[in-house]
């Protein structure tokens, strides 16, 4: 990597317990060129792990327990901003990027600048693992398509490219959602302002979501364990709430929840437990208790 806008692009890493495979991976990514390499551990990292990515030059910020993905972005912005860098780009440990995959995304950063198109981040076209699902990310009605970047509701956050100086101005992602539709509520705050989220259609990155895929007539989802789910639910039910939020967007999610729900439910074999979950995180959506999900299994700190 050569590159010389790389100078300025820090690369942010989220961990949780990681193997070893995946720390050795974190740990290549130091010697790549980048300004730095920034990981948030979420789960408490042994201190060998630790001292390893330290040794290659990986900055490890921890509290040694779990924050939630959005507050661990956060903190991982921050630190970028601190250090100077106009740009971040975020992947997970599982994450197997190509080599090229930043000077490509800051390509095609510049070329939505040169056109004078506002964007707060640009990510790959994420290609699924066998036998799972690769997330989809809904076109953007009435914006601006450029030198093949889509412009697309939202984007995941491993594998995409964020503007720091966007995110300023946008603002943190929210830490009270913890894990699930962080990234969709912020790049819904960002269009709101005036900030594109684009898809780059010829840069290519493998990304899996959930252990499986739960289908039925006309509609597949990842099989997700029940509290990310639940989650996943209140978070979306909330949402309703918020102006920057396109009605038609909720108008789908009103339509899309209760299938997706029932689906669920059905995969799990009908337990009413499973039932009593969902209705409950229904629930906490429309009256925004919002914060960590209380049935976070005891051993995910």
């Not at 974190?26 to 060129?33: C, D, E, P, T, W």
């Not at 327990?65 to 860098?85: D, F, H, P, W």
């Not at 095609?108 to 600048?113: E, F, I, K, V």
């Not at 918020?242 to 038609?248: A, D, S, Y």
Request: charged share 20%.
């Amino acid at each position: 990597m050569s590159d010389p806008r790389l100078n300025r692009l820090v690369l942010g890493v989220t961990l949780f317990r990681p193997g070893p495979d995946q720390v050795e991976r974190v740990r290549a990514l130091a010697s790549a060129g980048f300004a730095g390499v920034i990981a948030f551990d979420n789960s408490g990292l042994p201190a060998g792990p630790a001292e390893r990515l330290a040794r290659a030059g990986v900055t490890v910020l921890s509290e040694g327990t779990n924050l939630g993905i959005a507050e661990a972005l956060n903190r991982i912005a921050a630190a970028a901003r601190a250090a100077g860098a106009g740009a971040l780009l975020l992947l997970d440990q599982d994450a197997e990027p190509s080599g090229d995959l930043a000077a490509a995304l800051l390509a095609a950063r510049d070329r939505l600048r040169e056109a004078g198109i506002p964007a707060a981040v640009v990510g790959p076209t994420p290609a699924p693992a066998r036998g799972l699902k690769a997330p989809a990310y809904p076109p953007r009605p009435g914006a601006p398509e450029r030198d093949g970047l889509a412009p697309v509701q939202f984007l995941a956050t491993s594998g995409s490219l964020i503007d720091l100086d966007a995110f300023a101005r946008i603002g943190p992602f929210r830490s009270d959602f913890f894990i699930d539709g962080v990234e969709l509520e912020w790049c819904f705050r960002a269009w709101s302002l005036g900030y594109g989220c684009y898809r780059a259609r010829d840069v290519p990155i493998p990304h899996r979501v959930g252990g499986g895929v739960i289908r039925g007539p006309g509609i597949a989802m990842p099989r997700q364990p029940l509290f990310r789910m639940g989650t996943y639910l209140r978070n979306a039910i909330y949402a309703w709430r918020l102006p920057h939020v396109p009605l038609r967007w909720k108008f789908a999610q009103a339509a899309y929840l209760p299938l997706q729900a029932g689906l669920y439910w059905a995969d799990s074999g009908w337990r009413p437990a499973v039932l009593l979950r969902l209705l409950a995180a229904a629930r906490d959506g429309a009256l925004g208790r919002l914060g960590p999900p209380k049935d976070l299994p005891k051993d995910l700190p």
